[in-house]
């Protein structure tokens, strides 16, 4: 079975085919700017993401600051330091915008220790808060 092409030449049934290098040309001419419009979509989500990401990192490391503030500050204050100390190293470990609170009754001492974190226009102010409980040290027995 035999068909003529427009061209004029007899062929066996298939079309003529085009070289490789030819193909590769039309497909490259077909996806121009491809590339250029899925950046320009991608691009965006991917810096959200990223910016959500340091909000997280930036929170967790607040809390683990945070943390540590409220520890000294227990330790401090069952060790029979006065608050006023207490407010200093929590400021010290936790910076100058956290503030504490000390409590507890005869035999313990709660100190509780906040702080804001800024998100920046990706999320409102967070709030990291941790509280410690330390029994306070007796100056009895003490050899």
Do not use: K, Y
């Amino acid at each position: 079975m035999t068909t003529e092409h427009a061209a004029g030449g007899v062929g066996h049934g298939r079309a003529p085919r085009c070289s490789g290098l030819v193909r590769l040309r039309e497909l490259r001419q077909d996806d121009r700017g491809a590339v250029t419009a899925e950046l320009a979509v991608a691009l965006p989500a991917v810096v959200l993401v990223l910016a959500a990401l340091l909000v997280v990192v930036v929170a967790g490391v607040s809390q683990v600051r945070v943390v540590d503030a409220a520890r000294a500050g227990a330790r401090a204050a069952s060790a029979g330091e006065s608050d006023g100390r207490v407010h200093e190293i929590v400021a010290q470990l936790a910076g100058s915008s956290a503030s504490a609170a000390v409590g507890g009754d005869g035999s313990w001492v709660i100190v509780t220790v906040r702080a804001s974190v800024t998100g920046g226009w990706f999320s409102g102010p967070l709030t990291v808060s941790a509280t410690a409980t330390a029994r306070v040290e007796s100056s009895t027995g003490v050899p």
